[in-house]
């Protein structure tokens, strides 16, 4: 589309009025809903829906076959695999109006979620969480936990660059990409970015 600062293939449908940040890339047969936002440089794959109350973050990447419900909302730089689902309503059922009953879901900066995750609603995703591959949330993920299987269970952490994190007996941990130190805190069931920026 002409005159705009972000991209919107023709066959995708953007209802007005709606804020879409510069560099954004809207790909085939999407619908953006009115009063949507969307951050600075992001890609939306093709097949994508964005409800009018979503909030997205820069730098995000939806992948193709994301609905993004009313609900939602998306810090900086969360990338959302293919064909992974969201939800917004705990009991759907169709003979019975729930729009004044969705619940808020909140995925922190760097989170990852894997292609045909299921993160069901009314839980936060911390920053640089890692969701497996077809996992199912249900419960609240702490920053840089790594999720995976069917009721989904911390099964390990990661780190901002993406890699699983090998702890030594102290609790201590490298990121072997970027070289900075992690921590398990706690119960182990945190782990903290231990670098000093």
Known sequence: MSGQSYYAHESSIIDPPV???????IWHFCHVSAHAVIGRNCSVGQNCFIAGT???????????NVSIYDG???EDYVFCGPSMVFTNV???RCEVPRRD???KTLVRRGATIGANATVLCGTTLGEYCFIGAGAVVR??????ALVTGVLGR?????????HRLEFDAAGRAVCPESGKAY????AEDVCLDDSSD
């Open 54 to 64: 979503v909030k997205i973050g820069e730098g995000c990447k939806i992948q193709n």
């Open 154 to 162: 911390i099964t390990g952490w990661m780190s901002r660059a993406g």
């Open 90 to 92: 705990i009991n759907p």
């Open 183 to 186: 921590r398990k805190s706690g």
């Open 101 to 103: 009953e969705f619940q």
């Open 72 to 74: 939602v909302e998306l």
């Open 19 to 25: 804020t879409i940040g510069e560099g954004t890339k």
């Open 139 to 144: 419960r609240d993920v702490p920053a840089y």
